[in-house]
């Protein structure tokens, strides 16, 4: 008979008359443990060997119960921390006590919980008494921890313990048990038979090697079984960041519906940032605590003067007879002041201009999805730097209409449908809009983004002289959204945790 | 965003409508832009709102604007004031920086606990809006019965020590007198006190004087308002409190200072408005400036000319005149029909003096479309001339009545339609070539990261050992930012590899190996930049792990350099963050354009890194 070489190692390790354990038999063979058990399951399989399995329970301590073993039991120290202070004969304060005793967090409310229980007194009204006949020499509990400090992984049978002593050290959280299975191994009589006929080791290969290959000995080889079921070592590929996958979608996804890319400078003017996009000069938005305004340097160089003439004159007067600008101060001192953009706008603004890439004739589609500056506070759905993404549409006579469609449209590539939209005010669009969709698996009402046709206040000094409509959202919201990320942290920054990024799924 | 809070049964009062549930108003509400954030303590409405409606900041003007929303009220109402009895005489002392001031007197008001209560809600959410936290506008309201008119000679004496003036008031008529006075120039009782103080005195010890210090700090006289008793009002800050207002005042006297005269009237009129809701008359009151005089309340209408084209246009649809005329009732304005011929040409086209082509335009367009683009018409089209009543802040141009139309109408009625235009899609250049390394970087087996462009100077610069200006690679000037709240953010970051340690910093507990790359923004002072911050994009990548060195991260930027096709030279460099004899410059063909190294051991202890760790870094735009 010809059998693989481990399996032919058992056969002769192994005895009719006693049964050994793999583990015995690996020692024997000098083979891991794991190939004899792969060799006992096929041997057993063509009925050569018996496998009897048995399965062992062993007890050991937890640190926690290593530690009561060493300083004993918090109800123990408690009670003798009572005794000494006189709780035998009259109640006395338990703060005291406690702070006698020297037990600290946790265990004071293992002690409290433990103490009335096992009999050692009465805990009332913040009094405590100790019963002067219990005796913590017979606590069956300590006496317990103490038989098992010294035996580790003790087979339970070993142990001097009665069962409910150890059932309640395992409730405590102060044992742990562990089940093994042991497999024991005999040989039939078959395989006494076949051992006396002889065996034959038959060759199983490993590895296919060049060798094999051009000798042509593969013909004759049989190929060791693999567990192909096992885990593999684990794989650390490269990964996209979450977020820029998500980024790559929206930019795709833009790109398929005729919008061209965007880009320009994160530190710029408030002229670009703000006063281009019709924000009179003291809203509140301008103000310290929502930018980060440059120290140094702390002013754009130049602006073009014509524009920077005509955009003065819309804050001041507005655009056309009927029309009244705002009643707030203007400067150009103000407008040339550096900040980090508060909105990618500062994009839209420059690229209006023409002073980006020259005239843009409508039609056109631009976006972004850039970085933007808000001094907010940082938490679960707020950081100082997001993605933002914002696109407009350029051409005659755009109309809500064409908005509504344009943005649900968009959405519902990313899966969000029934977009609602919540008329709105921006200083810098009317009509504006709230969009607001439902979440894909909390069904909640989620605003998802702003928009609105920009005003002509806005575009005439651009020289703008057809409609643009555009909107604005946060590209982590939208990875929120779809992703169900509930801490935008997690996908952003410095306390980025490898084991996220590595662990995310895919987005496409 | 600002809130309001609205008393449901108030509400169910002033509109007529006491049937409605609490769920009915907040849809209702929801409707006019007014989102319920909760209930206050008191069970009221907590109402989130966009700040432009502000003549919605208080329970009337909530009530108004709903019971034109129901169909209750149309078109335009102006409360008729009585003729001035009294007269604020504005006097040359008054601070250059706070010349403006405005006035009303209000009669038979009723003001129980409610009232109150709203009342100060809108003078609270009126400073926090449109008055700019009181810098621009500050409202002052007054028992009128605690105040004695009179020429006010008194309060010219200790204003400047000018020689008095004799009252320019009518005959008969009371005056009280705005003027400007020393810091210690006069004692009066604040509000909340009970002590006589300096204007001075109030700035440094009163609480609310505190607050409101900075808005008159600079001044070299400060605002004050005397009538023949003496100071009653040292506005912005604070009233006296002679002329408190409680629930038992009949008749109030509304005074607002600030730093433009439109701002301050259009508050004044919400005030007026909000008032007369609750049953009260106006009063007008003189405003007698050094040179000219003017009647408050201003309660004249606007009227804003808007064509029948353009208002199809941005809602895209067909709409009967008739149907128009119904919108702007129901939003509490009035619509007349008329042909843009019978009204003035001046106030119908927009003023495009400045710009190319517009003769060509006009004569091309003509009578055919007929329509500029900021909602007026040009000859011969069905425009309307549209009345905006005095409460309304909002509209600016003939557009915010368009937006007012489409809310009147109802948007989300609308049928969304994909917009007919082709346009052709792409990528800027820079964000193609950015993806193009990212793919690279990844297929090399990098983990990409994404890291905040602000940082600080000590992980920028201390923690890697370079100074900032110095030559070592990534020590460009940094551009700072002003007053930062947060010493974790101050700078923008020059160079990515000190991000990329952070990072490994807070991952020793992941299994190595660690390769992390990033392809991020910095950027660093250059003054031949137009904005003096010159802007670009890294390539940065740390390997670290038990074994990692410089040939690791050679070998990658060889693979870099060959898949775009660039020429790399590595010639030895010194650089700080990196051991001596195991950096070099990334040299692309021919320019310095990085580093690359092992991390300096004294960088890895301060990192609590375990391990060594192989780096580089190198300007994006070298791979182009």
Not at chain 2, 128 to 141: L, S, Y
Not at chain 2, 169 to 195: C, H, K, M, N
Not at chain 2, 292 to 313: C, F, N
């Amino acid at each position: 008979m010809q059998l693989p070489a481990q399996q032919v190692a058992v056969l002769e390790a192994a005895s009719a008359d006693e049964a050994e354990s793999v583990d015995a038999l690996a020692a024997a063979t000098d083979l891991p443990p794991e190939t004899v058990t792969g060799a006992v399951f096929e041997l057993e399989e063509v009925g050569l060997v018996a496998v009897a399995e048995r399965v062992d329970e062993t007890i050991a301590l937890t640190d926690e119960g290593v530690e009561y073993a060493d300083e004993q039991l918090p109800e123990v120290r408690l009670y003798e921390a009572a005794l000494e202070a006189g709780g035998d004969s009259d109640p006395v304060q338990m703060g005291r006590v406690i702070g006698a005793s020297g037990l600290e967090g946790p265990q004071v409310d293992i002690a409290l919980s433990n103490y009335a229980r096992k009999g050692y007194g009465v805990i009332d009204s913040g009094e405590i008494t100790a019963d002067p006949d219990a005796d913590p020499s017979a606590d069956a509990e300590a006496n317990a921890l103490e038989t098992l400090s010294g035996a580790d992984d003790a087979a339970v049978e070993s142990v001097d313990v009665d069962a409910d002593t150890l059932e309640e050290l395992e409730r405590r959280g102060l044992l742990e048990r562990t089940e093994s299975t042991v497999r024991e191994v005999t040989l039939t009589e078959r395989a006494v038979t076949e051992l006396m006929a002889g065996l034959e080791t038959a060759e199983t290969v490993g590895q296919v090697t060049p060798e094999l290959l051009t000798s042509g000995e593969w013909e004759d080889v049989e190929f060791a079984e693999y567990n192909v079921e096992a885990d593999a070592e684990t794989f650390e590929g490269g990964n996209v960041h979450v977020l820029r996958q998500m980024s790559e979608r929206v930019k795709d996804v833009l790109v398929g519906m005729g919008f061209q890319e965007m880009d320009g400078p994160h530190a710029d003017a408030d002229f670009w940032i703000n006063d281009c996009l019709f924000m009179p000069q003291d809203h509140p938005a301008r103000t310290h605590w929502d930018r980060f305004a440059l120290e140094q340097p702390s002013h754009i160089d130049e602006l073009p003067e014509d524009l920077v003439e005509r955009v003065e004159r819309a804050h001041r007067e507005g655009i056309g007879e009927d029309s009244e600008g705002y009643h707030s101060p203007w400067d150009e001192d103000f407008a040339r002041a550096l900040a980090l953009r508060g909105h990618t706008t500062s994009l839209s603004t420059r690229y209006l201009s023409g002073e980006e890439i020259g005239e843009i004739e409508p039609p056109a589609r631009y976006f972004s999805v850039e970085k933007a500056y808000r001094n907010d506070t940082l938490d679960a759905t707020h950081l100082l730097e997001f993605y933002q993404i914002e696109g407009w549409v350029m051409a005659e006579d755009l109309s809500v209409r064409d908005l509504m469609g344009t943005f649900e449209e968009f959405y519902a590539q990313f899966g969000i449908e029934d977009i609602q939209f919540k008329p709105h005010y921006n200083p810098y669009t009317e009509p504006s809009f709230e969009l607001f969709g439902t979440h894909p698996t909390t069904g909640e009402l989620i605003e998802i983004g702003n928009s609105g046709i920009f005003r002509e206040e806005m575009l005439d000094p651009l020289g703008v002289e057809c409609d643009v409509m555009a909107w604005g959202l946060a590209l982590e919201r939208l990875a929120m959204l779809t992703t169900g990320a509930e801490d935008i942290r997690d996908l952003h920054g410095t306390l980025a945790d490898l084991e996220f990024l590595r662990n995310a799924e895919v987005t496409y | 965003m600002p809130t309001v809070d609205i008393d449901p049964d108030e509400l169910r009062e002033l509109t007529g409508r006491e049937e409605k549930s609490d769920d009915e108003l907040k849809d209702d509400l929801f409707g006019l832009g007014l989102e319920f954030e909760g209930l206050t303590e008191d069970g009221e409405f907590e109402l989130e709102f966009a700040p432009d409606r502000l003549d919605r900041l208080s329970v009337e003007g909530v009530a108004r604007s709903m019971r034109y929303q129901y169909g209750d009220a149309r078109g335009v109402h102006v409360p008729s004031p009585n003729s001035a009895e009294w007269t604020i005489e504005v006097d040359e002392s008054v601070p250059d920086e706070r010349p403006y001031v405005t006035g009303a007197v209000i009669r038979d008001v009723n003001l129980d606990e409610d009232a109150l209560d709203s009342l100060i809600q809108l003078q609270e959410k009126l400073h926090a809006t449109m008055g700019r936290k009181r810098a621009k506008g500050a409202i002052g309201i007054h028992d009128l019965t605690m105040l004695k008119g009179g020429d006010a000679l008194r309060a010219s004496e200790n204003a400047s020590g000018d020689e008095p003036r004799a009252g320019s008031a009518t005959e008969g008529a009371s005056t009280i007198q705005y003027v400007g006075v020393e810091p210690d120039g006069d004692r009066f009782v604040p509000l909340d006190s009970d002590e006589e103080m300096t204007p001075a005195t109030v700035l440094e010890t009163h609480q609310t004087g505190q607050t409101y210090a900075d808005l008159v700090s600079g001044y070299d006289r400060y605002p004050a308002i005397y009538d023949d008793i003496g100071l009653f009002s040292f506005p912005p800050v604070i009233n006296g409190r002679r002329t408190e207002v409680s629930t038992e005042s009949r008749d109030l006297f509304v005074e607002m200072t600030g730093t433009d005269q439109w701002t301050i009237d259009k508050m004044l009129n919400i005030v007026c408005y909000a008032l007369s809701a609750r049953g009260a008359t106006i009063e007008d009151v003189t405003i007698a400036y050094p040179d000219h005089e003017l009647v408050r309340p201003d309660l004249s209408t606007k009227t804003k000319t808007v064509a029948h084209s353009r208002i199809e246009t941005i809602l895209g649809i067909d709409l009967d005149p008739d149907e128009v005329i119904d919108l702007a009732e129901r939003s509490g304005l009035e619509a007349t029909k008329s042909e843009d011929g019978e009204t003035d040409d001046e106030s119908t086209i927009t003023p495009l003096e400045d710009r190319d082509g517009l003769e060509e335009r006009g004569a091309a367009e003509g009578s055919e479309t007929s329509q500029t683009t900021d909602g007026t018409a040009s000859s011969g089209a069905l425009v309307y001339d549209v009345t905006i009543p005095p409460y309304r802040v909002d509209v600016l141009h003939p557009l915010d009545v368009i937006d007012d139309l489409g809310r009147a109408y109802g948007f989300n009625d609308l049928e969304p339609t994909y917009p007919d235009v082709g346009t052709v899609g792409g990528r800027h250049e820079r964000s193609r070539l950015e993806r193009a390394v990212r793919t690279q970087l990844v297929g090399l087996g990098f983990e990409d990261l994404l890291n905040f462009h602000m940082s600080n100077e000590e992980e920028n610069y201390e923690r890697l050992e370079i100074a900032p200006g110095s030559d070592a690679y990534g020590a460009g000037e940094p551009a700072t930012i002003k007053e930062p709240y947060s010493e974790d953010y101050t700078i923008l970051r020059t160079w990515l590899l000190p991000s990329l340690m952070m990072v490994l910093e807070r991952n020793t507990h992941r299994s190595y190996p660690q390769h992390l790359s990033e392809i991020g923004f910095r950027a660093a002072l250059d003054d031949s930049e137009n904005t003096g911050v010159g802007e670009s994009r890294h390539v940065g990548a740390v390997l670290a792990n038990h074994d990692a060195g410089y040939e690791d991260a050679k070998a990658r930027l060889q693979a870099l350099a060959r898949n775009f096709d660039v020429d790399l030279e590595t010639p030895p460099t010194e650089h700080p963050a990196f051991i001596s004899g195991r950096t070099a410059s990334v040299v692309i063909d021919g320019e310095d354009v990085g580093i690359v190294g092992e991390i300096h051991p004294k960088a890895l202890i301060e990192y609590d890194l375990e391990v060594p760790v192989a780096a580089f870094e190198f300007d994006l735009e070298a791979l182009r």
